[in-house]
């Protein structure tokens, strides 16, 4: 169960899968490449300064870095493969009309894959809080030093709760639908 207080207070079980997903979109994917956007702004900015100083921006820097990448390409596979599917099946359910099969076979193969990507940008993340003595400015900081950890301390709870949305409401969800399809079919085709 979740530690978020946002998250208890929601009732996505009564919500159909395409209003959870076009929020997670809205909130959490718009969120994430605004502030990768934003945030790396002011890496540039810190590193010039203080990069002498704290050899440890240098690493934080790389991790951001790459999580980014990997984000971006994540966000991509979601939005393009993964949610529209959800969403295709929630139709054909909530219809009773048979579910076109997609060429990844389940719906559990992405959704494998996008647990295991979200365990790595876990990991990334929890190592940038680390090296950042959880985002905690050193004394001499700066605005822009204090604004870049304040910053990725808000693009960690965003994760946090990115994650655990997808993680914990969506997929389960999805996976139990088209179960429910799988089951469905196969009894109207016997």
């Known amino acids: 169960m979740s530690t978020d207080p946002d998250m208890r207070t929601e009732d996505w079980d009564g919500k159909p899968l395409a209003s959870l997903i076009e929020y997670i979109v809205q ?35 790389d991790l951001f870095l790459q999580m980014s990448r990997d984000l971006s390409m994540h966000l991509l596979k979601e939005e393009q493969t993964l949610f529209p599917y959800i969403a295709e099946v929630e139709v054909a359910v909530a219809q009773k009309a048979p579910v076109s099969w997609p060429p990844f076979g389940t719906v559990g193969n992405p959704i494998r894959m996008m647990i295991l990507e979200h365990g790595k940008a876990t990991e990334e993340i929890e190592e940038i ?62």
């Open 27 to 61: 909130t959490h994917h718009v969120y994430c490449r605004q502030e990768v956007a934003r945030l790396q702004l002011l890496f540039r900015e810190v590193l010039d300064r203080h990069r002498k100083d704290h050899p440890e921006l240098k690493r934080i820097h």
């Open 129 to 190: 809080r680390k090296l950042s003595s959880d985002y905690t400015p050193p004394a001499e900081a700066d605005g822009s030093y204090s604004a870049l950890y304040e910053g990725l301390a808000a693009f960690d709870r965003d994760m946090q709760r990115h994650i655990e949305r997808e993680d914990h409401l969506l997929f389960p969800r999805a996976i139990a639908m088209e179960e429910e399809a799988c089951r469905r079919q196969s009894v109207a085709d016997r």
